[in-house]
């Protein structure tokens, strides 16, 4: 029997597609789902929340830095649908501009939170990673740590195509960082256990790029695979789930039926498959 959440997704995705179905009749594929580009995108409220002490000048500038971010966020991801709230501390003993970042949610709140030294110029703030990593895993609902190989890997692979639009990366740059650093990481993984068991495994020892990179190759892999089927990029496959079917307690197995849903394809769910089964030696073979 079909869960409250499934038959969500699977109510919002027939009204979805038939929609585009109708609107698309005479077009191919690629067409059908090119005007995600289009879809118009307004900044959530933002609620800012200063933990320390910051001067008036140093509230301006984390404001311009997260604004912006967001801004390209929910370009590339879409809009959130959601208040977002985001949380400053301050590290004055840091010899960089932004520390440490998490996410904090709840059912009702969304945002996160930025440990900064707020002496550094705006460029050395625009020009982190953190930032846009934090805002990517708000595109995702609230999941259990067990899945961290998942929605780490999320946040770690989406964050880069925010950073194309922020500017700080080029496609062609995202894209060699991909394979530069799954190929940096695919020793972690060279057991015959499965992928997942093996990322659960760094994550517990620490060994957190073997696991953020592990698990952004899974999203590497299907924006290739996607690329090359000419019919929805993964980021039109992200923005379509924020509109028809983001819920904040949404578990990993409705998200990914509601991603196959959204591209006409089984690509998700086939690849965690492999993720789950096969020797995670096979897995990173072609970094």
Not at 130 to 146: D, T, W
Request: net charge negative.
């Amino acid at each position: 029997m079909l869960r409250q959440s499934e038959l969500f997704i699977f109510l919002i995705a027939g009204i979805f597609f038939s929609f585009l179905t109708a609107c698309n009749s005479n077009s191919n594929g690629s067409e059908q789902v090119s005007n995600a580009d289009t879809i118009s995108f307004v900044t959530q409220k933002i609620i800012w929340h200063f933990e320390d002490e910051f001067s008036e000048e140093e509230q301006e500038k984390m404001q311009e830095w997260i604004t912006y971010v967001c801004d390209c966020a929910q370009k590339v991801l879409g809009r959130y649908p959601f208040d977002l709230n985001y949380y400053f501390h301050r590290e004055d003993s840091a010899d960089h501009a932004v520390v440490f970042g998490h996410t904090g949610r709840t059912k009702t709140t969304h945002g996160a939170h930025f440990y900064v030294n707020p002496v550094f110029p705006l460029d050395d703030f625009m020009n982190e990673w953190m930032g846009a990593h934090e805002i990517s895993h708000l595109a995702l609902p609230i999941m259990p740590k067990k899945h961290i190989w998942f929605y780490e890997g999320f946040a770690t692979y989406l964050s880069r195509k925010v950073m194309i639009e922020m500017g700080t990366l080029t496609e062609a740059e995202a894209d060699s960082v991909a394979y530069a650093r799954i190929g940096l990481i695919k020793y972690g993984y060279e057991s015959n256990s499965n992928f997942i068991f093996v990322a659960d495994s760094l994550g517990a020892l620490h060994h957190y790029p073997e696991l953020y990179w592990g698990g952004g190759s899974y999203f590497h892999k299907i924006d290739r695979e996607l690329e090359a089927s000419g019919k929805i990029s993964l980021v039109n496959v992200v923005k379509y789930f924020q509109m028809w079917a983001h819920q904040s307690l949404l578990k990993i197995d409705d998200v990914i039926i509601a991603f196959d849903k959204i591209s006409q394809s089984t690509i998700f769910s086939d690849l965690r498959n492999d993720y789950s089964t096969l020797p995670a030696r096979e897995i990173l073979t072609e970094y």
